[in-house]
């Protein structure tokens, strides 16, 4: 059975840092390219970053320069620092297999709040 489970979210003022974590399991993540998405009240899901199982990074525009993807194959887990944080990137930040998300294995999410 796949899991994916976020943490890491959680309450930050604009200019801030937090860093997330993804813990998979249940499959063999490690040769699958993986990305963060997030999805903003009354907005679709969109991805934030994605990295290779080489560890080659991909960041969408609005966070290129802000946000670091990373990977531990050994501990199937993939984090996300975000630095510089901005009210728009307040969200439901998750997790899935990119660039074809695993439909019926969304997680739960992590809750991003940014304050101005």
């Known amino acids: 059975q796949v899991h994916l489970v976020e943490s890491g979210g959680g309450l930050v003022q604009a200019g801030g840092s937090l860093r997330l974590s993804c813990a998979a399991s249940?499959?063999?993540?490690?040769?699958?390219?993986m990305g963060w998405y997030r999805q903003a009240p009354g907005k679709q899901r969109e991805l934030v970053a994605a990295?290779?199982?080489?560890?080659?990074?991909h960041y969408a525009d609005s966070v290129l320069g802000r946000f670091t993807i990373s990977r531990d194959n050994a501990k199937n887990t993939v984090y996300l620092q975000m630095n510089s944080l901005k009210p728009e990137d307040t969200a439901v930040y998750y997790c899935?297999?990119?660039?074809?998300?695993?439909?019926?294995?969304w997680g739960q999410g992590t809750q991003v709040t940014v304050s101005s």
């Open positions: 899935n297999v990119w660039p074809n998300p695993l439909g019926p294995y």
């Open positions: 249940g499959r063999a993540f490690r040769f699958d390219s």
């Open positions: 990295i290779t199982s080489g560890g080659i990074a």
